[in-house]
């Protein structure tokens, strides 16, 4: 999964989408953010030169307009698990992209993700484990 | 049976009221609480106030003792992973989706959601075809809106009234397949007649559905 990114696809203009855009972007990839709210577009610094679109991705017509059809990489960071998990099996089952990701907050709904091949992350839970590392604390995984 | 429905509003009262009536079990999950007492009042249904796409409530409302499941939010990401969890994690069968853009059906039925109902495109169908014939009374598409069942009344002026339907030139590939007359049902042959009041439903391809609409009631 190292190999570079052409055209990536970020679901969610909020801070780590911002962020994970702005970084893609100033190295060289294709990026396209997708936010239901324009305003939202404001996060983004002079690092991005990709594209945004403007609508709710549990449209199909959204995704399309993203041009999901030619993505290598679909990140999804919304703060709606359900949506992020949705539009990741989308992009995973229906348009094969290669390499699918999406912030997951639920435990239970992010091992379901990971069981279906989405590499789900948690933001809690790797927050949670840096934390117990850090004070030494060995935490088992559920 | 137990039927557990995830959603809220009038129609999923009146989809509990009727499953409850022909003897079902019904579960009814809902995100607002003052629904969900309405509910509880008035049904003899289990009410779970809570978030459906969360494993914990669907858990909580026995999601492994169900039947069946019926997710009718208004977020299609909602119904989504509702009958995904259904499926994949707790082995249920049958669960049906409603779909609100219709453009995700197809979506929805390749990753593996085989049973999507999307309501815009038959109420937009049923409006335009109300809209042409006052005497088109049922319009259901089937076969992914490839072909329609459509049900007509006939009135005085019909203008097949009083034909036998062998006597009636309909183009091929049209099956009449039934007829209301006086409350009783029935599929006709080819020497039934047709009379005033008659309910006929019928399946043409889409290109024969104005001359078959024609050849029964007429053009308006």
């Known amino acids: 999964m190292s190999d570079r990114i052409a055209y990536a696809i970020i679901l969610g203009c909020g801070q780590l989408g911002a962020h994970l855009a702005e970084t893609l972007s100033s190295g060289g990839s294709d990026v396209v953010v997708i936010d239901e709210d324009s305003a939202r577009f404001a996060e983004l610094s002079d690092r991005f030169s990709g594209f945004t679109v403007e609508g709710d991705a549990a449209e199909l017509s959204v995704l399309l307009r993203a041009r999901i059809d030619k993505a290598d990489t679909f990140i999804a960071a919304t703060d709606n698990d359900r949506l992020n998990i949705m539009t990741a099996l989308i992009a995973l089952e229906y348009f094969n992209i290669g390499r699918v990701l999406a912030c997951v907050r639920d435990p239970v709904l992010e091992g379901y993700a990971r069981s279906k091949g989405v590499e789900a992350f948690s933001p809690l839970l790797i927050a949670a484990e840096k934390f117990l590392t850090s004070a030494g604390i060995p935490e088992v995984r559920a | ?220």
């Open chain 2, 1 to 220: 049976m137990t039927v557990l429905i995830v959603g809220g509003g009038t129609h999923i009262y009146f989809i509990a009221r009727s499953l409850i009536s022909k003897g079902k079990e019904i579960v009814i999950i809902n995100k607002d609480q003052a629904e969900c007492e309405a509910f509880s009042r008035r049904l003899k249904a289990t009410v779970i106030c809570g978030d459906g796409s969360q494993p914990r409530v669907l858990e909580e409302a026995g999601v492994r003792q169900v039947h069946k499941v019926l997710a009718v939010t208004p977020h299609d990401e909602d119904n989504f992973m509702i009958c995904r969890l259904a499926k994949d994690v707790y082995g249920i069968k049958e669960a049906f989706a409603l779909v609100n853009d219709p453009d995700n059906e197809e979506v929805f039925r390749s990753l593996g959601i085989g049973a999507t109902f999307s309501l815009a495109p038959i109420l937009s169908d049923l409006i335009e075809r109300r809209a042409q014939k006052d005497s088109v009374i049922g319009f259901t598409p089937i076969s992914e809106g490839k072909i329609n069942l459509t049900e007509v009344v006939l009135d005085e002026r019909a203008p097949c009234k009083g034909k036998k339907l062998r006597d009636i030139r309909f183009p091929t590939n049209t099956l009449i397949i039934s007829v209301q007359r006086d409350g009783d049902v029935f599929i006709p042959s080819g020497d039934t007649a047709m009379l005033a009041g008659d309910r006929i439903s019928f399946v043409c391809l889409p290109e024969n559905y104005a001359k078959v609409l024609g050849l029964l009631v007429g053009k308006d």
